[in-house]
């Protein structure tokens, strides 16, 4: 299974970016999401959708990013509004799912995009 993200980048505070993640070599995806690591922190979710388009968000998140996905094309999107500064980290895309002749759901991860909101 191989997950290709793109879409991270520079931006000043309060403008936007889209991310975009594609996965392929998969049979079946369940859950898309996303997750980000700022320097000295954990790994946080930040939004997550299932296959019937339930979506959760991180706290401090909500009201400004939007996830959705394109099953037709197993791309996962995050929508950024309104940056802040505390957004900058590299934003990771997963994807739990099935290959071909396997059983059981396994997650899968990208390879990881920064993103950078300068203030």
């Known amino acids: 299974v191989q997950l290709q993200a793109s879409g991270g980048g520079l931006v000043q505070a309060g403008e936007s970016l889209r991310l975009s993640c594609t996965a392929s070599n998969i049979f079946s995806i369940y859950s898309m999401g996303w997750y980000r690591q700022a320097p000295g922190k954990r790994r946080e979710l930040v939004a997550s959708i299932s296959s019937g388009g339930t979506t959760t968000y991180a706290d401090s998140v909500k009201g400004r990013f939007a996830i959705s996905r394109n099953n037709t094309k197993n791309t996962v999107y995050l929508q950024m509004n309104s940056l802040k500064p505390e957004d900058t980290a590299v934003y990771y895309c997963?994807?739990?799912?099935?290959?071909?002749?396997?059983?059981?759901?396994?997650?899968?991860w990208g390879q990881g995009t920064q993103v950078t909101v300068s203030s």
């Open positions: 997963n994807v739990r799912g099935l290959r071909v002749g396997e059983y059981v759901v396994v997650p899968y």
